[in-house]
């Protein structure tokens, strides 16, 4: 299962409210999760099972969706939410695929 | 706390193989698999494969079939990862991940919610 996220990359200011998306090439359910990286760091787990968050990631992410299309909503940038973002399916477990990543970069 | 601590940086020749090492604590080991995930500079996470830490059993991408060995060692909680046939294509920063599940609705829902630090390899002649 191929993993497709858009934009590549994307300008925003503080405040401003974002989305990204992901679409598979195959439905995946909703198996599908997101992951924040910063530069020089692991990533972290920020939504599991596409619209649940995980404890302790503050409550302006939000992920959507079900079959083959998904989306990561943040609702008000905060500095630290600058970053890359990636998307992850686990509907073929324990075989694993990443989108390729959004990279958000403030304007 | 619940960790995963890797093994140092290294640096291998083409043609050679690397080990890194991924220990666990903080958790029941044998409970949750382990999946290795590695990054090449400047570019995306791959996933490379994962292991069952109870059985030992492991899935492997299609990218990296016969190449990577994952095992796991219960009397240490520790699994690692073997990559041989080293390219300089290879040079990446190699993560471990718990591979956790939550339970919705009777479903699991499988994600790596523990990641270790992350392992330099760099591959030169």
């Known amino acids: 299962i191929q993993l497709t996220q858009s934009p590549a990359s994307l300008s925003a200011s503080v405040g401003d409210r974002v989305t990204i998306t992901c679409r598979a090439s195959?439905?995946?359910?909703?198996?599908l999760n997101w992951y924040q990286q910063k530069p020089g760091k692991a990533p972290r787990l920020l939504i599991f099972a596409a619209s649940s968050l995980k404890s302790g990631v503050p409550s302006r992410f939000n992920g959507s969706g079900s079959g083959t299309d998904f989306s990561l909503t943040i609702s008000s940038l905060q500095p630290e939410d600058f970053a890359t973002y990636y998307c992850q399916q686990s509907f073929t477990t324990p075989l694993y695929t990443f989108g390729q990543g959004t990279k958000l970069e403030i304007k | 706390q619940i960790q995963l601590v890797q093994s140092g940086g290294e640096v291998q020749k083409p043609g050679a193989s690397v080990k890194v090492s991924c220990k666990a604590s903080g958790y029941s080991f044998t409970t949750f698999g382990i999946s290795w995930v590695r990054q090449a500079p400047g570019q995306g996470l791959e996933w490379m494969g994962w292991i069952n830490a109870e059985h030992g059993n492991s899935n492997y991408a299609q990218n990296f079939q016969g190449r990577v060995t994952l095992t796991r060692d219960t009397s240490t909680d520790t699994v690692y990862m073997e990559l041989r046939s080293l390219r300089s294509d290879d040079t990446a920063v190699y993560y471990c991940?718990?591979?956790?599940?939550?339970?919705?609705?009777?479903?699991?829902?499988?994600?790596?919610?523990?990641w270790g630090k992350g392992t330099t390899v760099t591959v030169s002649s």
């Open positions: 991940a718990r591979d956790h599940h939550d339970i919705l609705s009777g479903n699991f829902y499988y994600n790596m919610d523990v």
């Open positions: 195959q439905t995946v359910s909703n198996y």
